[in-house]
């Protein structure tokens, strides 16, 4: 597609109504909202114009499974189980096709950087996605691969050996599952071997932390004891920290106390952790997310992944980021303006710090942008309408057909 020239008039960036003006592929102006004539094409009317979005957090190894092996009680358990089925016979091909298809998903909705987890179970799936992290520099899409040992490094012979095997392919982040592991201090012990890892390897680190109900399990207290003591404050996620949803109040501020003094940023995924947490729970049943509301009040780094797409933990989601915001929005009681402003502003701001940081649009950069039809964030939280994409001035992300790829055989 060639590169668009012209204005987006009267559209919100930031807390500020600007015209907007793009030639060549870069952003020429940015100026007050009707302050002189535009000559030239409209691009688009109101609305808002943000920096592309970010992922953090997504399973692409799994990714459009879910239609074909049917979780039919629908819980984590049968994931797992249904998952481990088809691991074993994963195909490069098949591998690639379905993480495609996800990331085209992606970029239709305006996400441009993605973070995908990737079980090291299966060296099969982190050759295709790291083969995959390279076709897709190509097309402007910065695939992240996490080292992610889905069933653990210590419970059995054999897990540690795959997990390091996958990280040092090239993976962008060593991860852990300190919770799934046999026993508190075995998952303290994982949580340092993935420090190790990625001090050897320098990369990051992406936990998924604490993805249970009990309120015994402090492993984002590890977590941030080791960031600290490192001066990582910038190179650690904890993932879920669902627990800290169970946590008596005393232990939960002094959680949230470190995740603030250790810089850890804490990653919430609230579509698949509302339906999968709880699940042992009559009533009164807990929401199963962590607690964004204080995390944000205390100043917290935090973000927000989609974490599964069709896949056999959760078979919804179309890798619309904006749906699991409105999630967290509603499930975390985040309705007040400014909170639905703080939370859709996740998606273009601290998602992107795994990445290096959050994009700014400037006069003189090139004209990576999205234009939302809309500009509240409750507007966009209401209806999640689909951005138009632009990536060095050229339009991008054709929508895919409905239910193209996930419907049931
Ligand atoms: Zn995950």
Redesign the pocket.
Known sequence: MSRVSGWFLGARLGAQQVDLGVSDGFVTAIEEAGSAARPGAVLGSGGRITPHLAEP?V?LDATQIGARVLNVSGTLQEGIANWSAVRDELTAQDVTARARQTVSWYVSWGCTRIRT?VDTGSLVAVDALLRLRESLAHEGVTLQVAA?PQEGILRAPGRQQAWEEAARRGCDAVGAIPHFERTTAEGARSVALAFQLADRLDVQVDL?CDETDDPGSRHLEVACTEALARGWADRVIA??CTAMHSYPDPIAARAIEQVVASGVQVVC?PL?NVVLQGRHDGYPRRRGLTRMDELLAAGATVGI?H?SVVDPWYRLGDANLVRAAAMLVHVGQLTGEAEMEAVLSLLWGSNHRCFGGAPTLAVGQPADLLWWPVGDAAEILRIAPRPAVYANGRRIGTPPPRGSGADAP
Request: aromatic fraction near 10%; charge should be negative; charged fraction near 20%.
């Open positions: 957090h399973h987890h992610f998924h993932g879920h995924n698949d992944g974490d």
